[in-house]
């Protein structure tokens, strides 16, 4: 990927209101979408723990869970158009190709990209959307400029901080914000635990327990300040029309449009 950052430069076009359908065609496919679940909820449980240590810088902490989801969304590429993905992305951004696969390809070539140019950009928030169906699951990588849900708990990083602080004032915002820092920690920790719930074990659960699950986040910073907000969502069954016979891209759906004015994002999503 890296060295394709000097000739690619993003089209966020490809990710606007799409998701994309993944099939789950048997117990198989279901039990590896559980696991995949399970390592990202072990991720958060990571993230939690970095972030409740005071000898571990914030940027640390935020930065493993975005390197997370850019190796997930690598191994998805590989698995769709194997080792030389990248080349299939970008000929579909040069016109080149404009098949389901390309197009599947260059929606999490995108998705990468950008998720590599976070840590480096600032108010920028990644919200993406994961939703389980009876036949498949879909997913919505979505960016935007800023987040405004209510329910959003904000920490500080005073290594981000640009303002240089009396002795007295420095020692009284540096404990304010590990202790913002531990009570984000928390919040991390039971975002991780609603993953476990929402998306449980098939070989532990009827299917009519697990057929419907959705979770929708946003992490995102501005300036010294961090911001993240974790929700459930309920999956609309009216949505399609027809199974899931193969991985595409779709419409985001009304889940998406829903999730987006709850989080505040409306009006504010990254094209």
């Known amino acids: 990927m890296e060295g394709q950052q000097e000739r690619f ?6 990710l606007h209101q799409r998701s994309v359908r993944i099939p789950l065609p048997d117990e198989e496919a279901e039990r590896v979408f559980h696991e995949n679940m399970m390592t990202i909820a072990d991720a958060e449980e990571r993230k939690a723990d970095l972030l409740a240590d005071p000898d571990v810088p914030l940027l640390t902490a935020y930065e493993e869970g975005f390197d997370y989801a850019a190796e997930s969304f690598q191994r998805r590429l590989q698995r769709i158009a194997g080792e030389d993905y990248e080349e299939v992305a970008m000929a579909y951004f040069r016109g080149d190709r404009d098949d389901r696969i390309a197009e599947i390809t260059a929606y999490f070539f995108e998705g990468v990209w950008r998720v590599q140019q976070w840590p480096t950009v600032t108010e920028m928030v ?35 901080c640009s303002e240089e602080l009396a002795r007295e004032h420095a020692e009284t915002y540096y404990e304010e914000s590990q202790y913002s820092q531990r009570r984000a920690a928390e919040y991390v920790r039971e975002g991780a635990d609603m993953i476990r719930e929402e998306f449980p074990d098939p070989d532990e659960t009827t299917f009519e327990e697990r057929k419907y699950g959705g979770i929708v986040s946003a ?8 911001s993240s907000v974790v929700k459930r969502v309920d999956p609309d069954p009216e949505r399609f029309s027809g199974p899931a016979a193969e991985p595409s891209l779709v419409e985001a759906g009304p ?7 709850e989080l505040g994002l409306e009006g504010e999503i990254v094209r």
């Open 9 to 14: 430069n993003g089209d966020a076009g490809v």
């Open 126 to 160: 990644y919200a993406p959307l994961l939703l389980r169906y009876p036949d498949g699951f879909t997913l919505n990588i979505r960016f935007a400029s800023d987040c405004t849900a209510p329910e959003a708990i904000h920490y500080e990083s005073p290594e981000h």
């Open 219 to 226: 992490s995102g910073r501005r300036g010294s300040v961090f």
């Open 255 to 261: 889940e998406a449009r829903r999730t987006e004015r």
